[in-house]
């Protein structure tokens, strides 16, 4: 049984550790692939604070995320890059999709029947250089979007690269830090991941190096464990 406990405990180190702290966004999803009106990642909770990372290019020029919003509710998102020099010309722009809204603009998709959109774009905007110290990875990231939304009902963030073409941006959603166990499990593969994104060596930064630590000092407990019960 201590074996089994002394991993709990390291991963309740670990929620102590980042405990109130403004840690990487939660991932919604890295690299987002192809999606479209019916395909789009699903949001919970938007007032969580989240990210989705995606690589813009043939077949997957546009990113889809939906949610489901209350007439009053504040939406809050903020859009941003990978700080690599390539990229350093790109404006993302994000389509807020919904009932209530204003008749859509031009758009570079179809947005579905009976929904209006309001289009937040970065062109002419300079982002700030951000340091998630978290994953280890640097950021432009613009200034922040808000809006509240009209009517209850089913909404989409809609976000893309008006330049066209190959490139890489973010948006991430919701001001409210939360994360759980599960988020803990899967660290690993978001640090792997977040990491490979900005392309920068796999593993590092302080929740790379802090989780690597926390499980050495496990194996290190479950060795000490074994040798006396021996």
Request: charged share 15%; with cysteine.
């Amino acid at each position: 049984m201590r074996n089994a406990f002394t991993g709990f405990g390291a991963l309740c180190a670990l929620a102590v550790l980042l405990g109130g702290a403004a840690w990487a966004h939660n991932p919604v999803v890295i690299n987002g692939g192809p999606t479209d009106a019916e395909t789009a990642h699903f949001i919970k909770d938007i007032s969580v604070s989240r990210v989705a990372y995606h690589h813009a290019k043939p077949g997957q020029e546009v990113l889809w995320l939906t949610f489901n919003g209350k007439a009053g509710q504040t939406v809050d998102f903020q859009m941003g890059l990978p700080k690599l020099d390539r990229y350093a010309s790109l404006r993302p722009a994000t389509a807020l999709l919904g009932p209530g809204l204003p008749a859509p603009p031009e758009l570079p998709f179809a947005a579905p029947a009976g929904m209006g959109a309001l289009l937040f774009t970065t062109e002419g905007r300079t982002p700030t250089v951000f340091n998630e110290e978290f994953t280890g990875t640097v950021d432009w990231q613009f200034e922040g979007e808000q809006v509240q939304l009209p009517q209850d009902g089913k909404y989409f963030l809609v976000s893309y690269l008006p330049s066209g073409g190959e490139g890489k941006f973010w948006i991430a959603p919701g001001v409210t830090e939360a994360f759980g166990l599960w988020d803990l499990i899967r660290m690993p593969v978001i640090i792997v991941q977040a990491r490979l994104f900005h392309e920068v060596f796999p593993w590092g930064g302080i929740l790379g190096w802090t989780y690597l630590g926390l499980f050495l000092a496990a194996v290190a407990g479950i060795s000490i464990t074994g040798a006396v019960l021996l």
